[in-house]
């Protein structure tokens, strides 16, 4: 849970199912880049997720920023 809540995570709840943790949170899709090999590290290898779209949200100011930034620097050094 704290790796989810690294990447903005809105824990929605969390189940038990025989042996099995199952963990229901909303995250961002930018922030699952990645997710698999973290997933695999914290577990052993046992965990696994899957992912569904729910809806499109605004991203927070410094991150819009970090992208507008990073977007002009990539649009600057094309001319």
């Known amino acids: 849970m704290t790796d989810l809540q690294g990447r903005r995570a809105i824990v ?3 189940d038990s199912e025989g042996r099995n943790q199952i963990i229901k949170a909303q995250v961002p899709l ?3 880049y990645r997710y698999s090999t973290s997933l695999s590290s914290l577990t052993s290898g046992r965990g696994w997720y899957s992912m569904k779209y729910k809806e ?3 991203i927070p100011t410094e991150e819009q920023n970090a992208l507008l930034k990073a977007y002009e ?3 600057k050094d094309e001319e």
Request: charged share 15%; proline share 0%.
């Open 12 to 14: 929605m709840g969390m």
């Open 30 to 32: 930018a922030e699952m």
């Open 56 to 58: 499109y949200q605004h």
């Open 73 to 75: 620097e990539a649009t």
